[in-house]
């Protein structure tokens, strides 16, 4: 095996005028390869010719073999003479190649690009209306609901991507991670999307990174974007899978052995002769649900599995084009380091199921119904749910259409609720062409329209009271608490959208089918037989309805109009700059206890309607988080009043009365969704700093870049330390600077602790700090 763990590699230049040549790799996808980047770029090529000449440069200076990570990464700096690298040390300034949005997400994104005055993005980037469509009837009426709904968003959206030249996709047209693998994807790319799963494009070959929407504006202003110097975790695949064994197991085990945090700061690079077993929209599920480990992103190595991927959807030349750079930039060298190897056995691998509320608590398929009987798990599931960004391939669909049509074979059918979620029109084309919609309409199922639905809780779920415990079973990647429903008692499990299909047949989570029978309708016991399916369909996809609309030549013209009454939209005023003193005696809004993620600092489900107004929205700031204080959520204590409110409320009253707060978390803090929400209604309800444990990256990165200070405990002990009565001083702010710690001052009545906080802030994000907003400092910098 050619790979090794990495050791601490240095390389370091003195700081001194960027060579012009290498100034023109800025406009990275403009080379001479006429090979346009996609179907819809046509002027826009692929990059790999630049790609290479700054790989070049790179390598003469580390003098190493380097992983493909390294490889597609580096080639994509800004000045690659000049940089230091330092994996995971060294900020790196880079040249994405493009930007994708969702819905939810880019309507704060586009509406900090349109407070920053730019007339058109620099790069190619793409809006995707996939999250607003709530999963209530089926597919067909909860669009048109949903259309009727978010008229306004829609509109504004639209309107917006024609004026600033972005490319828009229409309710309807799919889940964003599908659109972008069908048609954007290609090997060496590297994108940015503001969604934590954006990482999908890895299936492949590609470096796709979640981000939060003013990472998406610095790249659409051509500003070079920044991240923290990734570590390399390899995982190496040996063997074939087989049988009951899917793609999904693979990132279920590897949810296991790392945990929700055990990726964090590192991409997930699989290598070894497993990979050429797992398709290459099975290697695009591994690498979506490597952002519930906390990793950068995931990606594959170039090969036949990619290329017939490519050439089915239409993109034979791109195919061609990278054959020609698959051992110079599309795959890792020989006995290239990784910080951490991981191997895995395809062979012997088994079924996983994962869950409930985390999804690294991992259960073989032949332990699940123990464990679940001993954890007291309700053992009879209520529904299933297959599709997702995760999992709603031809192929997946075709493998459970498989298992279906067996069981029905022998008279059974699904035993509970069935919903089914094509990934993208092409999918739900494709399926209805070539009868695997009519199979699960059979089985009892019901295809719901193509979007997130209940995946990211827009579902309006009637068989169960909220508050009742209950269990389902998905093929979706996350299944925090009250995500999928918004009840807290339900019991989510996450797996292979084919034990999906066979649990449903059962009813009950003691099911497995490779061992247990099932008793027909003419009373003989049968062993449902193992799924099978095409990779790809026969006869090339269809495309369904065109849902896509291409910017105007020109937008100056075009006018964005948001009503300042609007409940859905709200232009953004700028944030304060920081005073330049020290903060003192910040009051404590809420002490976190255990797990926070963004859903439980800003909820998804119903509020997504308000992910464009920010005032609006901040009314569910941490409401879903548990208060230390009371084991409570949504219930703390005003300490200015002595009363006790929701949190939303409790923070407004502060910032009223000009009282600013800190946050206090656990460790893993804003794991889970990108959504810069979570770090913008802190910052618009007074907050100024958030202390914990530890973060997750994407969010991290948010709260610097609206002018928060995250902070973590130099000792996690302190966190004991911190009261809902406390007061919390951060001194000597004047000599804020890298790798120095923040001095601070926790009192409690008469006592004073004195603490230190760590940050990773770098001197640019300083001055984000500083300005009181990157936007902010963008504008001081444009001026």
Same mark, same amino acid.
């Given at each position: ?67 493909? &990570?390294? !490889?597609?990464?580096?080639? =994509? ?7 230091? #690298?330092?994996?995971?040390?060294? *900020? ?16 704060? /994104? ?24 709530? /999963?209530?009837?089926?597919?067909? !009426? ?15 959206? @639209? ?16 889940? #964003? ?7 954007? /994807? ?5 994108? #940015? ?77 699989? =290598? ?39 050439? %089915? ?8 084009? @990278? ?7 599309? &795959? ?5 380091? *990784? ?15 994962n869950g409930p509320f985390t999804p690294d608590l991992a259960h073989p398929i032949s332990k699940l119904g123990e464990n679940s009987k001993k954890n007291g798990y309700p053992m ?7 599709? %997702? ?11 459970? /259409? ?21 990934? &993208?029109?092409?999918?739900? $084309? ?6 695997? %919609? ?26 169960? !009271? !909220? ?18 429903? $918004?009840?807290? $008692? ?75 009454? &609007? ?88 910032? @009223? ?19 810069? +929400? ?14 914990v444990k530890s973060f997750a990256r994407i969010h991290e990165t948010n709260l610097k870049k609206q002018g928060l200070l995250p902070l973590t405990f130099a000792n996690p002990s302190?966190?004991d330390k911190i009261q809902p009565t406390s007061k919390i001083s951060l001194l000597g702010l004047k000599g804020l600077a890298p790798g120095k710690p923040v001095d601070c001052e ?12 760590? +940050? ?10 500083? @300005? ?12």
């Amino acid at each position: 095996m050619a790979s090794r763990l990495m050791k601490a590699q240095v390389c370091k230049l003195g700081k001194h005028a960027v060579d012009p040549m290498v100034r023109q790799f800025h406009a990275s996808c403009y080379t001479a390869s006429k090979v346009a980047l996609s179907k819809f770029d046509t002027d826009v090529y692929l990059p790999y010719e630049k790609l290479n000449q700054r790989l070049d440069i790179v390598r003469s200076r580390l003098n190493r073999p380097l992983s493909l &990570s390294e !490889k597609v990464l580096y080639s =994509h700096l800004d000045d690659p003479k000049n940089q230091e #690298i330092v994996r995971g040390t060294s *900020y790196l300034r880079l040249r994405p190649d493009r930007v994708a949005m969702q819905d939810a997400t880019a309507q704060m /994104a586009l509406l900090q690009f349109i407070s920053s005055g730019l007339k058109k993005v620099a790069v190619p980037s793409t809006v995707h209306c996939d999250h607003l469509i709530e /999963a209530q009837i089926g597919g067909v !009426k909860d669009l048109a609901r949903a259309k009727d709904l978010n008229r306004e968003v829609y509109e504004f959206l @639209a309107s917006t991507c024609a004026k600033y030249g972005l490319g828009f996709w229409k309710p309807g047209s799919g889940i #964003i991670h599908q659109i972008i693998l069908e048609n954007y /994807a290609f090997p060496g790319l590297l994108m #940015i999307g503001t969604d934590s799963h954006t990482p999908n494009g890895g299936g492949l070959g590609g470096l796709c990174i979640g981000v939060g929407g003013a990472d998406a504006v610095d790249v659409m202003a051509d500003i070079p974007w920044e991240l923290k110097c990734p570590k390399v975790i390899g995982v190496n695949l040996t063997g074939k899978i087989s049988g009951w064994t899917s793609p999904k197991d693979v990132i279920l085990k590897v949810a296991d052995i790392l945990t929700v945090k055990g990726g964090t700061g590192a991409i997930i690079e699989y =290598h070894g002769k497993g990979v050429d077993s797992i398709s290459c929209t099975g290697m695009a599920t591994i690498c979506n649900m490597g952002a519930e480990i906390g990793a950068t992103t995931s990606l594959f190595p170039f090969n036949q599995r990619m290329a017939d991927y490519l050439k %089915s959807t239409g993109r034979g030349g791109i195919a061609a084009e @990278a054959q020609k750079y698959q051992t110079k930039i599309l &795959s890792a060298d020989g006995n290239c380091e *990784y910080d951490q190897l991981i191997e895995i056995n395809l062979d012997t691998l088994e079924p996983h199921v994962n869950g409930p509320f985390t999804p690294d608590l991992a259960h073989p398929i032949s332990k699940l119904g123990e464990n679940s009987k001993k954890n007291g798990y309700p053992m009879d599931i209520k529904v299933g749910l297959i599709g %997702s960004c995760t999992n709603s391939s031809y192929e997946d669909m075709g493998r459970c /259409a498989s298992i279906a049509n067996d069981a029905m074979s022998h008279g059974l059918k699904s035993k509970i609720p069935f919903n089914v979620t094509p990934g &993208s029109e092409q999918i739900r $084309a494709t399926i209805e062409r070539d009868g695997i %919609s009519q199979v699960f309409d059979k089985f009892g199922g019901t295809v719901l329209a193509n979007a997130c639905g209940p995946c990211i809780g827009q579902w309006d779920r009637q068989d169960v !009271k !909220k508050g009742d415990k209950n269990t389902i079973v998905t093929s979706y990647n996350r299944n925090f608490t009250g995500r999928n429903d $918004a009840n807290p $008692a339900t019991h989510c499990f996450v797996t292979s959208p084919e034990m999906v299909t066979a649990l449903s047949i059962a009813g009950r989570l003691d099911f497995n089918p490779l061992t247990d029978e099932l008793t027909g309708s003419d009373g003989k016991k049968f062993k449902l037989k193992a799924p099978f399916g095409d990779e790809l369909p026969s006869k090339g996809f269809d495309p369904g309805q065109d849902t896509y609309t291409a910017p105007p030549p020109s937008g100056e013209k075009l006018k964005v109009v948001v009503d300042p009454k &609007s409940q859905r939209l709200q232009l953004l005023e700028p944030f304060d700059k920081w005073d330049g003193k020290d903060l003192k005696d910040l009051t404590v809004l809420i002490k976190v206890k255990g797990k926070c993620t963004t859903d439980h600092i800003s909820a998804a489900g119903p509020w997504l309607k308000y992910r464009g107004h920010l005032d609006n929205i901040s009314n569910n700031m941490f409401i879903g988080a548990t208060n230390y204080e009371n084991n409570e959520m949504n219930k703390i204590k005003n300490q200015r009043t002595g009363d006790w409110n929701g949190v939303p409320e409790v923070a407004r009253d502060y910032k @009223a009365n000009n009282i600013k707060w800190v946050a206090v978390g656990d460790d893993n803090y804003g794991e889970g969704s990108s959504r810069e +929400h979570a770090a913008l209604e802190p910052r618009h309800l007074g907050g100024r700093a958030i202390i914990v444990k530890s973060f997750a990256r994407i969010h991290e990165t948010n709260l610097k870049k609206q002018g928060l200070l995250p902070l973590t405990f130099a000792n996690p002990s302190d966190y004991d330390k911190i009261q809902p009565t406390s007061k919390i001083s951060l001194l000597g702010l004047k000599g804020l600077a890298p790798g120095k710690p923040v001095d601070c001052e926790v009192k409690n009545g008469d006592k004073v602790d004195k603490i230190k906080l760590n +940050h990773t802030l770098n001197e640019q994000q300083i001055a984000w700090f500083q @300005a009181g907003s990157a936007l902010n400092r963008m504008k001081e910098l444009a001026k």
